[in-house]
């Protein structure tokens, strides 16, 4: 059975000004939030870029382990090439069986001095950095290659 309390409510439900400013309360909140969603939007894709650098010059480190040869990781705009080296410098062939890496996000990788050449040990000859850049904003992200072969992002 249904109570008394409930028989007695109205079935007319809710009105114009009741939803507009629902609607307007809803559009204020929005106009507040955008700017900080986009700007998180924007820090979290330039931070996955990053990661995708850092990950392949992981992988031409592993090149150089597997195939014990000088590998180079050369930066051509998004694109991150496999190259041999001859006397630590970049060869400007590629490796055969090595296809290049193009960055997901179409942000701009650039080379800080010459690029980073991996020994069959794993170890960078030179130490180098590779910027990350996001030309909608401008800021910027690093990964560093350490004499070691370490690579970590700043």
Known sequence: ????????????????????????????????????????WRAATLRAAAEEVAAAVNVGRQLAIARNVLVCVAVAGADMRFEGAHAGACSGVGLPGAAPVRLASGLDVRAVGAGVVFTGLGAATPAGRYVVVNPADGRTRSVVVAASGRVSIH
């Open 1 to 40: 059975m249904v109570s008394e309390r409930i028989r007695g409510l109205s079935a007319a439900g809710f009105g114009t000004a009741e939803l507009t400013v629902t609607l307007a309360i809803g559009a204020v909140l929005t106009a507040v939030s955008a700017p900080s969603l986009l700007a998180s």
